[in-house]
């Protein structure tokens, strides 16, 4: 019996093991099929989404902007370029502490508190990339690195550079720190300024060290096209300068210049004052980035009189010799009075320009009628765009006047409004024989591979008057600048002058009517006898003087002078030995122009070693093009101005002369064969 009891325990004990091992086998082969089971899962449903976190954790993609294409002066001075400079950002989820970085890297930037919360705001918020300063300044950028933070890195960017500064800015416009045009021609041809906008993958270690780049860019497939303007860089430096000090002397609120070739239409300056320096769009007020030489629209005053004279002889309302009464300087029309400067009683329609009556030129416009003055107002090229191809160009207005008194208001230009460029076009078309051309601003633009997208050509619009009419016309307003005209001031010795001068009331649009304030303004054709330009200059709201001929004439005649000299015009008079007269620059100028040197507003000033720790030694830039020598001096914390194009011929101040950081340095460029 003891033997059978012993016999069963290890057969007992050997069933049990036998099942504790089929039970622990299909355990393990559960597992294992599981395991494979959701290895299966991973590898097929889960595949994508697992690449993304796996890229994620060693795979960066770095957005490489386009270069933005550059922005010519006729002769192609450069006007607008693009510099590359240092770009700062961070991978936050690598930041130990983002509070602690956040300020260590405000107080390395300088930041003020608003801009400190903003950039701790983005660190907070940004997963594996933020922006801590786009466009950096090297020494910035040094800063930061001095920080020696985990996750900091550093990209190359475009950053828009103005090298000729306040010249044209309006005309330029501004960009956003994204590169994109905001104002001016920067927005009116962003896509094609704007190239494309490109990436790269790159490796990173786990501390988030760039490893290795994949794939190469072609830098021309990148770049933007090239925009060549109508512009001379000379001529708009001298009617920025002429239009400033007229300004300033007569205490107004602003200013507007317009230089038109009247063969063409080509605009050769266009100038707005107050201006600002793109390169610092920020510190400047909104009123000085607008262009108001093609976005404002105002009431012109007398200036349109010629418009009308030209109008009514060509209707054959009006002859040369024919004589209004003005009534002794006032005149009655229902319950208002039209009023003159001064009591004239007969006078011809030369009488009436020189004069500027506004009475014998309401009366002319009687003569001519209501459908023919709005007919020949729209015909000159009023109250329809240019196209200029400038945002929120100005159109203008001309009301039909029904009244009597609308009539005779818009026969000396007000009751209307038109904008700088139309005033200077409609005298465009009287000095080229009566043919309106349409004024343009921009030349040609063209892709990075030399393919010419867009290209503008003199246009002729249509004739407005006979050139027999438009020559009798241009006559007649020389008389404005003689000694007993209006305009005295804005008489050259050397070429011959015919303009007009405009003295408008301006709008009140809260009482409804015309307030005190003024707008003074003359436009001129130069030289009288052959037209090479057309020369418009508006003074807004004038303190000193309200009339035209006193205010803008002296800055016209100034702006013709030089023009006349850069664009080697011979003198239309004949100047007899004992008068002394200015010498005019050969005709070589036109090939190899002069270029002026801009007054800073800083003056550069050189120190002795070891002044002060603010200073820096002027790299030598000779020989170098442009750009180089752009991001060279940038980078020493300089500001560079360039005159010219080309290769730098000559530096001031000279190298290795230690100046104030940030001080200016002029670069004179130029082409060698």
Known sequence: MRDLKAARVPETNTRWLRLRVML?????????????????????????????????????????????????????????????????????????????AARALAKALKLGAQDAEELQARLQRGKRFAWVKRQAKPQEVEAVKALSLAGMGFTKEPKRFYPQRELAAQVMGVVGTDGRGLEGLELAFNDELSGQNSSLSGFRDAKGRKLLMQGTLDPIEREGASVTLTLDRHLQYVAEKALVRAVEESKAVAGTVVVLDPKTGELLALANAPGFNPNTPGSAQQEALRNRAALDAFEPGSTTKAFVIAAAL???????????????????????TINDTHSYAWLSAKGILQVSSNICAAKVGQVLGRERLVAYYHAFGFAERTGLSLPGEGKGII???????????????QGMTATAVQIAAGYGALANEGVLMRPYLVSKVVDPDGVVLLENRPVEVRRVVSSKVARQVVGMLESVVAKEGTAPKAAMQEYRVAGKTGTAEKADPVARG???????SFVGVVPADNPRAVILVVVDEPKTDVYGGLVAAPAFKEIATAAMAH?????SRTISPEVAVAPVAPPVAAKAPLTPKPTPERPTVAVQEGEGSGTVRVPDVQGQVGREAVVKLLASALEPQLLGSGRVVSQTPAAGVLVDKGARVTLELATRP
């Open 399 to 413: 009301p039909f006047p029904k009244a009597e008194v609308a009539l005779a208001t818009q026969s000396f230009g």
């Open 24 to 100: 622990m086998g299909g355990l393990f082969l559960g597992l294992l099929a599981v395991a494979f089971g959701r290895a299966v899962y991973l590898q097929v449903y889960e595949q994508d989404k697992l690449r993304e976190l796996a890229q994620d954790q060693y795979v960066r993609q770095i957005d490489i902007p386009a270069r933005r294409g550059d922005i010519f002066d006729r002769r192609g001075t450069p006007l607008a370029q693009s510099v590359e400079v240092d770009s700062i950002w961070a991978d936050p989820s690598m930041l130990q502490d983002v509070r602690k």
């Open 314 to 336: 060509e209707e054959k309302a009006l002859k040369p010799e024919d004589v209004f009464f003005c009534e002794n300087g006032a005149w009655r029309i229902g319950r208002y």
């Open 514 to 520: 015309y307030s005190d304030k003024r707008i003074a």
């Open 567 to 571: 664009l080697a015009v011979p003198s």
